[in-house]
């Protein structure tokens, strides 16, 4: 059974670079997307971005500007930068697995969700 | 970049009772991009369906997806105790992720 676990300060001062990390248990990370998605509290979901085991990105672009996707295959994690963050930025993190089909092509939804983060921006 | 809006935003109903879920979408969706979760407090979303019609493993067969387009349904044929959460549509499009605001199913 596939488990990813996020990690990280639950805490962020305004205008540092929040820094999370996910762990792939129970499953290689190779050949799938692996993507961050944060819920601010009592709101909607929001997708930041994807990076594939290979190393590719893609981001949302209403954060691009501040978000890097990294991975490490030896390590079977991948991790999340945001900078500058504010007060909006305060959200449960979530990392999650995207798989892909036999042709090697994306399949366009999340099978396997982290319990999530908390990360509060404060000063 | 494209907008899901879903409706109601709160649906009250006795557990028992069939729930029709919407999501409309403000430009068409491949079908193939549309996916359903579930998601209770404190807890991660859970896929239901996928490709706008498909159960996800181990998903309960009174969990039903339809839709095509712009306009996509999600029907819960008779409710149970689980069932109550808020429910989210998702699609991929323009090279981009974005989900609905969510629809609350609460206990009448």
């Known amino acids: 059974q596939v488990q990813l676990q996020e990690s990280g300060p639950g805490l962020v001062k305004p205008s540092e670079t929040l820094s999370l990390t996910c762990t792939v248990s129970?499953?290689?990370?190779?050949?799938?997307?692996w993507s961050w998605i944060r819920q601010p509290p009592g709101k909607g979901l929001e997708w930041i971005g994807y990076?594939?085991?290979?190393?590719?990105?893609n981001y949302n672009p209403s954060l691009k500007s501040r978000v890097t996707i990294s991975v490490d295959t030896s390590k079977n994690q991948f991790s999340l930068k945001l900078s500058s963050v504010t007060a909006a930025d305060t959200a449960v993190y979530y990392c999650?697995?995207?798989?892909?089909?036999?042709?090697?092509?994306?399949?366009?939804?999340?099978?396997?969700w982290g319990q999530g983060t908390l990360v509060t921006v404060s000063s | 970049e494209i907008v899901l809006t879903q409706s109601p935003g709160t649906l009250s109903l006795s557990p028992g009772e069939r729930a029709t879920l919407s999501c409309r979408a403000s430009?068409?969706?491949?079908?193939?991009?549309l996916a359903w979760y579930q998601q209770k407090p404190g807890q991660a979303p859970r896929l239901l369906i996928y490709?706008?019609?498909s159960r996800a493993t181990g998903i309960p067969d009174r969990f039903s997806g339809s839709g095509s387009g712009t306009d996509f349904t999600l029907t819960i044929s008779r409710l149970e105790p689980e069932d109550f959460a808020v429910y989210y549509c998702?699609?991929?499009?323009?090279?981009?992720?974005?989900f609905g605001g969510g629809t609350k199913v609460e206990i009448k």
């Open positions: 430009q068409s969706v491949s079908s193939s991009y």
């Open positions: 990076i594939y085991y290979s190393g590719s990105t």
């Open positions: 129970g499953g290689s990370i190779s050949s799938y997307y």
């Open positions: 999650a697995r995207e798989p892909i089909a036999a042709a090697g092509t994306p399949l366009y939804y999340f099978d396997y």
């Open positions: 998702q699609q991929y499009g323009s090279s981009l992720f974005t």
């Open positions: 490709g706008a019609s």
